[in-house]
C-alpha cells in the first residue's frame, strides 16, 4: 500500500481527489492507497444520496461563506474544517477478500481502525452504528464508501478538534440517524479525540502496513474533475 499525505488548496480539489485516484485504480490496477488530508477552511459535504435543504442550514451557511459540496460515495452530511483529519483507503475488490461486499468491507476496516484506535487512545472504542467509531457513545468518527468494478473508496473522518458549535450551526439534525444516537443534538453526540493529527496517522500506516509514498499523483486529472464536478451547491 503507497501513502499520500497531502491536502489541496481547495475543498472540491480534496473531494475529487479521492474519485481520481479510484477511477484510476479501478481502470489501471494500480497499487492500493492510505491517503490523509485536513482542510484549513470550513464546509459542508454531502452524501451523495442526501438533499442540501434536508440536511443544512443552508441561509447560515450561505451568510458565513461556508460552501457545500456533494462527495462520490454515501453516508450522512458532515461539517469539515480545521480540527479534522481525513483518511481516505483505495482497495482492491476480489471475492477472496475482505472486500468482497459492502458489510464484509465496513466489518474489515472499521474493525481494523478499532483496534489501531484502542491502542492509540488506551480505551475501549465501539464500532456504532454501520461506520461510525465512538467512545462512550461519542462519535468521533463516520466514514462511508464507494465501490466500482476493481476498486473501492472508504474515507472517513477524526473529529481532533473542530469548533462542534459551528457543526450544531451550520447541519441540521440528519434524516437518517442511528440507534444509538437517541436524539442528541449534534454538540451532545460528537467528541473530538484532542489528539495531534500526526499520532492518528502512525497508528494507521502502521494498522495498514504503509511503507512508500506514492508517484506519479494526477494533478490534471484531480483539477479537472474538480472544475467540472465539484462545485459550491449554495
Same mark, same amino acid.
Given at each position: 500500500?503507497?501513502?499520500?499525505?497531502?491536502?489541496?488548496?481547495?475543498p472540491?480539489?480534496?473531494?475529487?481527489?479521492?474519485?481520481?485516484?479510484?477511477?484510476?485504480?479501478?481502470?489501471?490496477?494500480?497499487?492500493?492507497?492510505?491517503?490523509?488530508?485536513?482542510p484549513?477552511?470550513?464546509?459542508?459535504?454531502?452524501?451523495?444520496?442526501?438533499?442540501?435543504?434536508?440536511?443544512?442550514?443552508?441561509?447560515?451557511?450561505?451568510?458565513n461563506?461556508?460552501?457545500?459540496?456533494?462527495?462520490?460515495?454515501?453516508?450522512?452530511?458532515?461539517?469539515?474544517?480545521?480540527?479534522?483529519?481525513?483518511?481516505?483507503?483505495?482497495?482492491?475488490?476480489?471475492?477472496?477478500?475482505?472486500?468482497?461486499?459492502?458489510?464484509?468491507?465496513?466489518?474489515?476496516?472499521?474493525?481494523? &481502525?478499532?483496534k489501531? #484506535?484502542k491502542? *492509540?487512545?488506551?480505551?475501549?472504542? %465501539?464500532? @456504532?452504528?454501520?461506520?461510525?467509531? /465512538?467512545?462512550?457513545?461519542?462519535?468521533?468518527?463516520?466514514?462511508?464508501?464507494?465501490?466500482?468494478?476493481?476498486?473501492?473508496?472508504?474515507?472517513?473522518?477524526?473529529?481532533?478538534?473542530?469548533?462542534?458549535?459551528?457543526?450544531?450551526?451550520?447541519?441540521?439534525?440528519?434524516?437518517?440517524?442511528?440507534?444509538?444516537?437517541?436524539?442528541?443534538? &449534534?454538540?451532545?453526540? #460528537?467528541?473530538? *479525540?484532542?489528539?495531534?493529527?500526526? %499520532?492518528? @496517522?502512525?497508528?494507521?500506516?502502521? /494498522?495498514w502496513?504503509?511503507?512508500?509514498?506514492?508517484?506519479?499523483?494526477?494533478?490534471?486529472?484531480?483539477?479537472?474533475?474538480a472544475?467540472?464536478?465539484?462545485?459550491?451547491?449554495?
Amino acid at each position: 500500500m503507497k501513502l499520500l499525505d497531502l491536502t489541496f488548496a481547495s475543498p472540491a480539489q480534496n473531494l475529487s481527489c479521492d474519485e481520481t485516484l479510484l477511477d484510476i485504480c479501478d481502470h489501471d490496477d494500480a497499487h492500493e492507497i492510505l491517503r490523509f488530508w485536513s482542510p484549513a477552511s470550513h464546509f459542508v459535504v454531502l452524501g451523495y444520496s442526501n438533499n442540501a435543504e434536508t440536511e443544512v442550514h443552508t441561509e447560515f451557511c450561505r451568510s458565513n461563506g461556508i460552501p457545500v459540496f456533494k462527495r462520490c460515495s454515501g453516508g450522512g452530511t458532515v461539517l469539515q474544517g480545521p480540527g479534522c483529519l481525513n483518511y481516505s483507503l483505495i482497495l482492491a475488490l476480489g471475492n477472496s477478500r475482505p472486500t468482497r461486499s459492502i458489510s464484509s468491507t465496513n466489518d474489515f476496516i472499521m474493525d481494523t &481502525h478499532r483496534k489501531a #484506535l484502542k491502542k *492509540l487512545l488506551g480505551t475501549e472504542v %465501539a464500532v @456504532k452504528g454501520d461506520t461510525d467509531l /465512538a467512545v462512550r457513545e461519542l462519535k468521533f468518527s463516520g466514514n462511508s464508501q464507494r465501490r466500482k468494478r476493481k476498486a473501492l473508496l472508504f474515507h472517513g473522518t477524526f473529529l481532533l478538534d473542530l469548533d462542534l458549535s459551528l457543526v450544531a450551526r451550520s447541519l441540521k439534525m440528519p434524516s437518517r440517524q442511528p440507534a444509538y444516537r437517541d436524539g442528541r443534538g &449534534h454538540e451532545a453526540f #460528537l467528541m473530538n *479525540l484532542k489528539r495531534p493529527a500526526s %499520532a492518528l @496517522k502512525e497508528a494507521l500506516k502502521e /494498522a495498514w502496513d504503509v511503507k512508500k509514498a506514492l508517484e506519479n499523483i494526477p494533478f490534471e486529472k484531480i483539477d479537472a474533475l474538480a472544475t467540472n464536478h465539484y462545485n459550491n451547491m449554495l
